[in-house]
């Protein structure tokens, strides 16, 4: 077996190498290269620091990384690019400390958390691990700098990101109402994280004051001159609330408040983006659809739901090998062709109809068995309704064979 040492050395050899070329192509192509040479530099710096016990070594090529990911966030404002740069921030704040340097460390663990802090605040759900982190590295450096109140508040923090939704209610509700400028958009997102464990353990009623607080104060944090995550976050949540509402039987009371979440959604979605950035527009047009033909308005509901079908096939179709997109479109058409059914138009109605069953069929593993029965049963009417009852009933017979199985989670 090869010595560990004579391992950590031949990569230690392959990845300065590495990095020596990618230089050289960044400098022809910066765009081209960006990437792979703040990933080779990371591998570099990791490697010295982690395996070889070189800090001091390793510390350029971190800063360097660090560097280039602070430039490839000004030009791309994906979250991917930011968690990337928070996470170098955190870890060169550690081997600052590493190197004796905790003062120094300190203020990259704070941009990094900084950096964290606002996508936990849209998606607290999806970026509280992150956070958690960077709020650790934070306590451990304001620790070593002998702050202890301080470090115990970012590591109370953390812990209770990792914990239960209503302790994380208790401790954002807490720090808002002694400090609320800076502590106001963490409740909300608590809020919002709790109605969503509410909603999957399927306790909708119980949700319901959690959303609803929410709302309240993301509306009063996206006023005029907010930052563009701020009003995503509200018209995720009145998307959410009106959803709610209208899963408990309320679509009139949810209407105003998914009209305001497409309302913001058109504002957000610049005629040029690419589609994809669209689909939170799809998503909340086809609930407003949804909602007005809940209250008996299917005609009103109708050009939200064609909207809805074109920015749905518009990604598709960009996206092509991506097959969750073609999932979207499915529920889409279905959405259409009931519209279209209700409203007398089974000719019209035929084609969505039909190519929601088959693209229901084709993507089942996503969706499951029961939108495929939904969606056959839809289908089955259309038919009915043109006068064709043999293929009427073949689609109830399959729709009977599915309902037999085990449902499956979509």
Same mark, same amino acid.
């Given at each position: 077996?090869?010595?560990?040492?004579?391992?950590?050395?031949?990569?230690?050899?392959? +990845?300065?190498?590495?990095?020596?070329?990618?230089?050289?192509?960044?400098?022809?192509?910066?765009?081209?290269?960006?990437?792979?040479?703040?990933?080779?530099?990371?591998?570099? =710096?990791?490697?010295?620091?982690?395996?070889?016990?070189?800090?001091?070594?390793?510390?350029?090529?971190?800063?360097?990384? /660090?560097?280039?990911?602070?430039?490839?966030?000004?030009?791309?404002?994906?979250?991917?690019?930011?968690?990337?740069?928070?996470?170098? $921030?955190?870890?060169?704040?550690?081997?600052?400390?590493?190197? =004796?340097?905790?003062?120094?460390?300190?203020?990259?663990?704070?941009?990094?958390?900084?950096?964290?802090?606002?996508?936990?605040?849209?998606?607290?759900? #999806?970026?509280?691990?992150?956070?958690?982190?960077? $709020?650790?590295?934070?306590?451990?450096?304001?620790?070593?700098?002998?702050?202890? +109140?301080?470090?115990?508040?970012?590591?109370?923090?953390?812990?209770?990101?990792?914990?239960?939704?209503?302790? @994380?209610?208790? @401790?954002?509700?807490?720090?808002?109402?002694?400090?609320?400028?800076?502590?106001?958009?963490?409740?909300?997102?608590?809020?919002?994280?709790?109605?969503?464990?509410?909603?999957?353990?399927?306790?909708?009623?119980?949700?319901?004051?959690? /959303?609803? !607080?929410? /709302?309240?104060?993301?509306?009063?944090?996206?006023?005029?001159?907010?930052?563009?995550?701020?009003?995503?976050?509200?018209?995720?949540?009145?998307?959410?609330?009106?959803?709610?509402?209208?899963?408990?039987?309320?679509?009139?009371?949810?209407?105003?408040?998914?009209?305001?979440? /497409? +309302?913001? #959604?058109?504002?957000?979605?610049?005629?040029?983006?690419?589609?994809?950035?669209?689909?939170?527009?799809?998503?909340?047009?086809?609930?407003?659809?949804?909602?007005?033909?809940?209250?008996?308005?299917?005609?009103?509901?109708?050009?939200?739901?064609?909207?809805?079908? =074109?920015?749905?096939?518009?990604?598709? !179709?960009?996206?092509?090998?991506?097959?969750?997109? !073609?999932?979207?479109?499915?529920?889409?058409?279905?959405?259409?062709?009931?519209?279209?059914?209700?409203?007398?138009?089974?000719?019209?109605?035929?084609?969505?109809?039909?190519?929601?069953?088959?693209?229901?069929?084709?993507?089942?593993?996503?969706? =499951?068995?029961?939108?495929?029965?939904?969606?056959?049963?839809?289908?089955?009417?259309?038919?009915?309704?043109?006068?064709?009852?043999?293929?009427?009933?073949?689609?109830?017979? !399959?729709?009977?064979?599915?309902?037999?199985?085990?449902?499956?989670?979509?």
């Amino acid at each position: 077996m090869i010595p560990a040492k004579v391992r950590w050395g031949r990569q230690l050899r392959a +990845a300065r190498k590495t990095v020596a070329k990618e230089r050289g192509w960044f400098k022809d192509d910066p765009q081209g290269w960006r990437s792979a040479l703040t990933s080779s530099l990371t591998t570099l =710096g990791n490697l010295l620091a982690e395996k070889l016990d070189r800090p001091a070594e390793a510390l350029p090529f971190l800063q360097e990384a /660090v560097a280039l990911r602070r430039d490839k966030v000004e030009t791309d404002k994906h979250p991917h690019c930011r968690i990337e740069l928070a996470q170098s $921030l955190s870890t060169l704040g550690e081997l600052q400390a590493q190197l =004796g340097r905790p003062a120094e460390g300190l203020r990259y663990a704070e941009e990094a958390v900084d950096v964290c802090r606002p996508l936990a605040e849209t998606d607290l759900a #999806r970026y509280r691990s992150d956070l958690a982190e960077c $709020l650790r590295t934070l306590g451990d450096l304001l620790a070593a700098l002998d702050r202890p +109140a301080a470090a115990q508040a970012a590591q109370d923090e953390a812990l209770a990101l990792e914990g239960e939704p209503e302790d @994380l209610v208790a @401790l954002y509700r807490g720090l808002a109402e002694a400090d609320p400028d800076r502590y106001r958009p963490a409740l909300a997102a608590s809020l919002y994280y709790g109605y969503d464990r509410l909603r999957r353990d399927d306790r909708p009623a119980e949700a319901l004051p959690f /959303v609803e !607080e929410a /709302v309240a104060l993301r509306r009063g944090l996206a006023g005029a001159g907010a930052a563009a995550y701020r009003r995503i976050a509200l018209a995720e949540s009145l998307r959410a609330l009106g959803a709610l509402l209208g899963q408990l039987d309320r679509p009139a009371e949810a209407l105003p408040y998914v009209e305001e979440a /497409v +309302a913001l #959604r058109r504002g957000l979605a610049e005629a040029d983006a690419p589609p994809r950035r669209r689909l939170a527009l799809a998503l909340s047009l086809r609930l407003l659809g949804r909602l007005l033909a809940q209250l008996d308005r299917p005609a009103e509901a109708l050009p939200f739901a064609r909207e809805a079908v =074109g920015l749905w096939r518009g990604v598709a !179709e960009s996206q092509a090998e991506d097959r969750r997109y !073609e999932a979207g479109l499915a529920i889409s058409l279905h959405t259409l062709g009931e519209l279209l059914a209700q409203l007398d138009r089974p000719a019209e109605a035929l084609p969505f109809a039909q190519e929601a069953v088959d693209l229901h069929r084709a993507r089942i593993t996503l969706l =499951g068995n029961r939108n495929l029965t939904g969606a056959l049963h839809t289908l089955a009417e259309v038919l009915t309704a043109l006068d064709r009852p043999a293929e009427a009933q073949a689609a109830r017979d !399959e729709a009977a064979a599915l309902e037999k199985t085990e449902p499956e989670a979509p």
